[in-house]
């Protein structure tokens, strides 16, 4: 796994870059924002691609996605998960997408500039 910043002013982004699982459960997440917030100097925003988190977590039944999504709030870090979503017939995630996008805290979007600019836009 590689991270890398992008700053734009006093915002800066962690991109996390690996063709591995990264995430496979709650405890992986905390550690993922655990380690960037420390090695990173406080960086609170992270962009991981969708390929790289357990398929659990877009099963909204598994309550893995509010798990990680509550943690995340809990401690003010913003997240932008790029990736194609369209495959996913569930109306519940389509649903859960849509009301995330709508907000400052989580992002789903296929584009990294979009993702980028989505975190980077916020405080």
Do not use: P, W
Request: overall charge negative; hydrophobic content about 40%.
């Amino acid at each position: 796994m590689n991270i890398f910043i992008d700053q734009v002013g006093n915002s800066k982004v962690a991109i996390v870059d690996s063709s591995d699982i990264i995430i496979h459960d709650v405890q992986d997440a905390l550690d993922l924002m655990a380690s960037i917030s420390y090695n990173y100097n406080g960086c609170y925003k992270i962009m991981i691609n969708k390929s790289n988190i357990t398929k659990d977590f877009f099963e909204l039944k598994t309550r893995l996605a509010g798990d990680v999504l509550q943690k995340y709030a809990n401690y003010n870090v913003k997240l932008a998960i790029v990736g194609d979503f369209v495959e996913h017939n569930s109306k519940s995630l389509k649903d859960f997408i849509y009301e995330c996008n709508n907000g400052k805290q989580v992002f789903f979007l296929a584009d990294k500039q979009d993702a980028l600019h989505a975190l980077h836009s916020i405080n």
